[in-house]
T-cell receptor, first 115, second 116 residues
Framework: DTAVSQTPKYLVTQMGNDKSIKCEQNLGHDTMYWYKQDSKKFLKIMFSYNNKELIINETVPNRFSPKSPDKAHLNLHINSLELGDSAVYFC??????????????FGPGTRLTVL | AQSVTQLGSHVSVSEGALVLLRCNYSSSVPPYLFWYVQYPNQGLQLLLKYTTGATLVKGINGFEAEFKKSETSFHLTKPSAHMSDAAEYFCAVSRGVSGSARQLTFGSGTQLTVLP
């Protein structure tokens, strides 16, 4: 079973479109994250939710809106896509307790290409 | 504030040779430190972590790292490189944010190439 899954794996779209990326974890974790990896492979936190509550909101354009319908899902919606949004987006989750509570488990990534 | 510096964006070693990937951190609180590996077109996989206790930590695939507070370093080593070790390696430092959530700050990554 895949622990942290993302759909789609690849997303190619035109500038100005609106798109969503979905993330699901079956690990029973309470905290989920979105990261952006740019073309130089630099990884930066975007958002984090803990039990459906937004707790990290880095300097991200408000065209990006995360939504957590329940603690196993954290989706990322992007409005009015721009060329600079092209990147790989990673979802991650972490447990709130136990010996691995400070570890983050990553999904396979979604490669977004904006044309 | 916290930050991570990885010296050397590209490292090449011969198969069987020692692997040394360098990481220095800056943190205003005692750090939690991590090494992640990313294989092509895949997500990140945890190699090892340091939180408290023993400063020499062992991870998967024969990797280990030593936390040196006086040098603010957490270098990753492996005695003998294997072709399958070729990947991108990320050092990261984390801090508590709210409740149990932790924010990871990553270094810029080191691409390891293993030559036959």
């Amino acid at each position: 079973d895949t622990a942290v899954s993302q759909t789609p794996k690849y997303l190619v779209t035109q500038m100005g479109n609106d798109k969503s990326i979905k993330c699901e974890q079956n690990l029973g974790h309470d905290t989920m994250y979105w990261y952006k990896q740019d073309s130089k492979k630099f990884l930066k936190i975007m958002f984090s939710y803990n039990n459906k509550e937004l707790i990290i909101n880095e300097t991200v354009p408000n065209r990006f809106s995360p939504k957590s319908p329940d603690k196993a899902h954290l989706n990322l919606h992007i409005n009015s896509l721009e060329l600079g949004d092209s990147a790989v987006y990673f979802c991650a989750s972490s447990p709130n307790r136990g010996g691995r509570y400070n570890e983050q488990f990553f999904g396979p990534g979604t490669r977004l290409t904006v044309l | 504030a916290q930050s991570v510096t990885q010296l050397g964006s590209h490292v090449s070693v011969s198969e069987g040779a020692l692997v040394l990937l360098r990481c220095n951190y800056s943190s205003s609180v005692p750090p939690y430190l991590f090494w992640y590996v990313q294989y092509p077109n895949q997500g990140l996989q945890l190699l090892l972590k340091y939180t408290t206790g023993a400063t020499l930590v062992k991870g998967i695939n024969g990797f280990e790292a030593e936390f040196k507070k006086s040098e603010t370093s957490f270098h990753l080593t492996k005695p003998s490189a294997h072709m399958s070790d070729a990947a991108e390696y990320f050092c990261a430092v984390s801090r508590g944010v709210s409740g149990s959530a932790r924010q990871l700050t990553f270094g810029s990554g080191t691409q390891l190439t293993v030559l036959p």
